[in-house]
């Protein structure tokens, strides 16, 4: 199963609003209602931001939001903030019983 | 919510077995309401699903992995291990445990995570 793919880098100023992409296939993203989205700081794990598309997990401010179209999912930070500065990972579900991760993305604020 | 602990040894040498075991706290790991999954990420790459395992021992693994892991859980000792045979330089990466809710298609809790170098 191949990864997901992700820009390298995004970046923008503060209070600035940001969209990341996942791009996969209709075997994973566009077949279920399954993306999840992660924020990574360095040498930190993986904390979940974003599940089933556009959910987020009770603690997780209200400027991060996920949706879908097509074969394609997306992460938008609304209000950038210099602590959202991170890597981001999206995953999802596949027609083969398995999980499969995105690239990652690496978010700049300037 | 559960906490998870890595532990294993942070060097191994090529051809050999990589083993790591996930200690589970503040909770039941065969409480039957999640999936025990390990996740690599080698250095300044991404996250890469290894494989997971429910309480009653269904297993499921990434298919560029299937021949050379073992997941295996261990309901008395409260942990669940990887086994990974034949390691190469590629293997190397930090290591993490999760928990995925059964039911659900996310990872909510991980553990620290624990490197993982291959090297003679």
């Known amino acids: 199963q191949s990864a997901l793919t992700q820009p390298a880098s995004v970046s923008g100023s503060p209070g600035q609003s940001i969209t990341i992409s996942c791009t996969g296939t209709?075997?994973?993203?566009?077949?279920?209602?399954?993306v999840s989205w992660y924020q990574q700081h360095p040498g930190k794990a993986p904390k979940l931001m974003i599940f089933?598309?556009?959910n987020r997990p009770s603690g997780v401010s209200n400027r991060f939001s996920g949706s879908k179209s097509g074969n394609t999912a997306s992460l938008t930070i609304s209000g950038l903030q210099a602590e959202d500065e991170a890597d981001y990972s999206c995953s999802s579900y596949t027609s083969s019983n398995t999980y499969v991760f995105g690239s990652g993305t690496k978010v700049t604020v300037l | 919510q559960v906490q998870l602990q890595e532990s294993g040894p942070g060097l191994v040498k090529p051809s050999e077995t990589l083993s790591l075991t996930c200690s589970v706290s503040g909770g039941s790991v065969n409480s039957g309401i999640y999936y025990w999954t390990w996740i690599r990420q080698p250095p300044g790459k991404g996250l890469e699903w290894i494989g997971d395992?429910?309480?009653?021992?269904?297993?499921n693994h990434n298919p560029s992995l299937k021949s050379r892991v073992t997941i295996s859980i261990d309901t008395s000792k409260s942990q669940f291990s990887l086994k990974l045979r034949s390691v190469t330089a590629a293997d190397t990466a930090m290591y993490f445990c999760a928990s995925r809710d059964f039911g659900e298609f996310n990872f909510d809790n991980w553990g620290q995570g624990t490197l993982v170098t291959v090297s003679s």
């Open positions: 209709s075997s994973d993203v566009g077949g279920y209602h399954s």
């Open positions: 395992i429910s309480d009653s021992g269904n297993t």
């Open positions: 089933d598309v556009s």
